[in-house]
């Protein structure tokens, strides 16, 4: 590959921003034609194969890209895909948040209905019993369908909000921009390039802030947790059996963790032994449903009743001779 790599900002570095600026994100393996096609055209006269282009040669450019933009508060930034474990690379703002960019781009009503859809995910959908951080089609579709109740019982309403199918659309639109991703069970969360750009507005937004004339109040309540051994922000994986424990992980983390302690399989905070980990994500809804739904959970509160009932009768001298 051409040497220009390692030098000054150029051409190819231009167009390679350029197709950055298009899709937001890419992998290694996504940049490698791209690159040698860019090298290629820049000296036709030696072609460039994709197979010439070494991680070291991508890293040179995002490097060289970052030196470059840095200045206009744009970064180029990585992190593993909570699922899929790959590599993602995200061109991210650093200074603005999301809601303010995605206003040059949706109307008003639009925004609200999406800060709408983080507050279910983040707050709503992210309890101690349930780290859900997610939200179901039906869940999201049924924000917009409340607000719009709410509204027309306000007289002094000036927007009458989103219609469901506007709601579907706008939902598509977020995935379409790279910022929702929609599971196969129908569950809307967010991706790596928004997790990477929304780190700071999440922390601020859903994590309490302490009093500062308050030293001894009570630890400050955290709804947005990291990773023990990445320290990238967690929406999907696992969390320490001790539920007032506030020790995440990635699945594909667990391992790397318990290396790094000596194969000792335990909360790196706590010390719990890490067995039988509640899930993060779109399972602690499942998990929830399972533990308080269906025959299973009619049973056992009848035989809960049953067991009051014969307590009752014993107490009172019921069924003695």
């Not at 196969?184 to 859903?206: N, S």
Request: glycine fraction near 6%.
């Amino acid at each position: 590959m051409s040497d220009d790599v390692d030098g000054a900002y150029d051409n190819t570095h231009r167009a390679f921003l350029q197709a950055l600026l298009s899709r937001q994100v890419i992998t290694f393996n996504e940049a490698k034609p791209l690159l040698a096609a860019i090298q290629t055209a820049n000296e036709p006269e030696r072609p460039t194969l994709q197979e010439d282009i070494s991680h070291e040669d991508f890293d040179n450019y995002v490097y060289t890209l970052n030196s470059a933009i840095s200045p206009f508060d744009f970064e180029i930034r990585s992190t593993l895909h909570q699922t899929t474990k790959q590599k993602i690379y995200a061109l991210v703002n650093t200074t603005s948040d999301a809601l303010t960019q995605m206003a040059t781009v949706h109307s008003a009503d639009e925004i609200t209905f999406v800060k709408r859809v983080l507050d279910a995910m983040f707050d709503t959908n992210n309890t101690q019993r349930a780290e859900v951080m997610a939200i179901s089609s039906m869940q999201a579709l049924k924000l917009a369908k409340d607000a719009n109740r709410r509204e027309s019982g306000n007289t002094q309403a000036q927007n009458a909000g989103l219609t469901m199918s506007q709601a579907e659309k706008v939902l598509q639109s977020m995935v379409d921009e790279g910022w929702f991703e929609l599971s196969t069970q129908g569950f809307y969360t967010l991706t790596p390039r928004a997790l990477l750009e929304l780190r700071g507005w999440l922390m601020d937004t859903y994590n309490d802030q302490p009093a500062e004339d308050d030293e001894d109040e009570e630890e400050v309540h955290e709804k947005i947790k990291f990773c023990q051994a990445c320290k990238e922000i967690v929406t999907q994986g696992e969390r320490c059996p001790k539920l007032a424990c506030l020790a995440r992980l990635h699945a594909h983390c667990v391992r790397s963790m318990f290396r790094a302690q000596g194969n000792r399989e335990e909360c790196p905070v706590c010390k719990t032994a890490w067995v039988d980990a509640p899930p993060v994500g779109e399972k602690a809804a499942r998990n929830a449903r399972r533990s308080t739904g269906g025959t299973g959970g009619r049973r056992s509160n009848r035989m809960r009743r049953d067991a009051a009932a014969d307590e009752d009768s014993d107490a009172s001298g019921g069924g003695g001779e």
